[in-house]
T-cell receptor, first 117, second 112 residues
Framework: NAGVTQTPKFQVLKTGQSMTLQCAQD?????MSWYRQDPGMGLRLIHY???????DQGEVPNGYNVSRSTTEDFPLRLLSAAPSQTSVYFC????????????????FGPGTRLTVL | AQKVTQAQTEISVVEKEDVTLDCVYE???????LFWYKQPPSGELVFLIR??????QNEISGRYSWNFQKSTSSFNFTITASQVVDSAVYFC?????????FGQGTELSVKP
């Protein structure tokens, strides 16, 4: 298994440009999420999905869109990049038995380092 | 409010010293899960342990041990006989409805 994969690893954008960060997992996990990591702030949840066709906002959703058309893929779109979106982005997935209130560990991708000039 | 606090921003020790990383959490949920993740200099996030709120037994895995105390809302992590390879940022996290709430992280530096 490849686990959770993310592309690209590095990206530089100019203010106002748009782009999509790709995330894929091959573990048939129901739950997928996007986090951003900023110095001194830990990781903060951007958007998450509990299954194909279902997405919801996390703590810091503004400026980002997501969709979940398949179980495997969960792309993150920046519609109009801003310098405040300079960060390291992590995608994660887990097998979540939400109905039984049991949550397994989330597996993280290698991250995408994004710089917005 | 759901919150995780790791008050120690940076810790520096000499190899073979024992070190404890503190984690304090806030939640109103009666059922919850706590996690520790390690982020080495290479940047990936590595899962270390999961603990649910009904299991207060301490856990030991090699040189790693975890002390979960509901009475003080703490889930501390101890590394015994630290090694240079333990140098990393360590995150404590609270799982609420499948969403992870992370602490700010503690950067551990183990010097030879």
């Amino acid at each position: 298994n490849a686990g959770v994969t993310q592309t690209p690893k590095f990206q530089v954008l100019k203010t106002g440009q748009s782009m999509t960060l790709q995330c894929a997992q091959d573990m048939n996990h129901e739950y997928m999420s996007w986090y951003r990591q900023d110095p001194g702030m830990g990781l903060r949840l951007i958007h998450y999905s509990v299954g194909a066709g279902i997405t919801d906002q996390g703590e810091v959703p503004n400026g980002y869109n997501v969709s979940r058309s398949t179980t495997e893929d969960f792309p993150l779109r920046l519609l109009s990049a801003a310098p405040s979106q300079t960060s390291v982005y992590f995608c994660a997935s887990s097998y979540s038995k939400a109905a039984q209130g049991s949550y397994n560990e989330q597996f993280f991708g290698p991250g995408t380092r994004l710089t917005v000039l | 409010a759901q919150k995780v606090t790791q008050a120690q921003t940076e810790i520096s020790v000499v190899e073979k010293e024992d070190v404890t990383l503190d984690c304090v959490y806030e939640t109103r949920d009666t059922t919850y899960y706590l996690f520790w993740y390690k982020q080495p200099p290479s940047g990936e996030l590595v899962f270390l342990i999961r603990r649910n709120s009904f299991d207060e037994q301490n856990e030991i895995s090699g040189r790693y041990s975890w002390n979960f105390q509901k009475s003080t809302s703490s889930f501390n992590f101890t590394i015994t006989a630290s090694q240079v390879v333990d140098s990393a940022v360590y995150f404590c996290a609270l799982n609420r409805g499948g969403k992870l709430i992370f602490g700010q992280g503690t950067e551990l530096s183990v010097k030879p």
